[in-house]
């Protein structure tokens, strides 16, 4: 499912990427060049995001016990950088062009522009619905990337329309079109970056689930509490690793019965867990 939306992203970044470009050197828009270079880097982050999660969904092996998740937001913080990347240049390009004489863009681009956004707003809405149902990370980088895309050229359409309708005097609100998208980028890639970077840092951040757990664990037979549960997430799924007390006469094989159905009832609950390691101690 995620690699189906990342290749579904690729190709609609390399169409828009295209029809971009052509539309801002034939109609004359620094904005909307600015936003064929921003589209270029999506075709980029596209196209390894769908090449990564190749990998990144591989099951666990003898090298990689825990599977290949990591590479979801290592994948991510790539993502993070083209976007930055993005930003940069159209600031650059943007000043250089503030310094030269210009004349307005054509009045078509506009149009171009309209079609444009609402179909990436549909592609945002589309991969975040994908990637909230099975809790993919880079998924919602890639959906966030579709929204700024949106937003990048919801800023060119204000440029050049102001640059074409209002005439002499605004010929330069392409240029501070081309600027303000560039920002609207940098703050998506800050949006896109904290969530990756939490999850890399095995942050604690999952404290409805922890609760779930606790909630599981008071309705399995033998086990009297939970005394610590600490949650990861490597990839798309869940790792756990939970201290179960249990009566401290019980034999070893008792334990590790009542263990064993803990972890399957805290797996058929929550199919995102993955694994579940516990730890047995007695309740004195």
Known sequence: MVRKAGLFGFITNLLLAVLKAIAGVVGNSAALLADAIESTADVISSFLLFIGLRFAQKPPDEDHPYGHGRLEPLI????????????????????????????????????????????????????????????????RAEAWHHRSDALTSVTACIGIALAVFLGKGFEYADEWAALFAAGVIAFNAYRILTPAFREMMDENQYHELV??????????????????????????????????????????????????????????????????????????
């Open 211 to 284: 609760i779930h757990i606790h909630e599981i664990s008071d309705k399995v037979e033998g086990v009297e509490n939970i005394e610590k549960c600490y949650v990861r997430k490597i990839g798309m799924y869940y790792q756990v690793d939970l201290h179960a007390r249990v009566q401290g006469e019980l034999s070893v094989r008792e334990g590790h019965h009542i263990a064993h159905r803990l972890k399957d009832a805290i797996v058929e609950a929550n199919p995102v867990i993955r694994n579940v390691h516990i730890h047995v101690e007695p309740v004195d």
């Open 76 to 139: 991510t913080f790539f993502i993070v950088l083209m976007l930055l990347l993005s930003a940069a240049f159209i600031t650059w390009q943007a000043i250089i062009d503030l310094k030269k004489p210009q004349d307005p863009p054509a009045a078509w681009t506009i149009a171009v522009l309209v079609g444009i956004i609402v179909w990436k707003e549909s592609v945002y809405r589309y991969m975040v619905a994908k990637a909230r149902k099975i809790g993919s990370a880079v998924l």
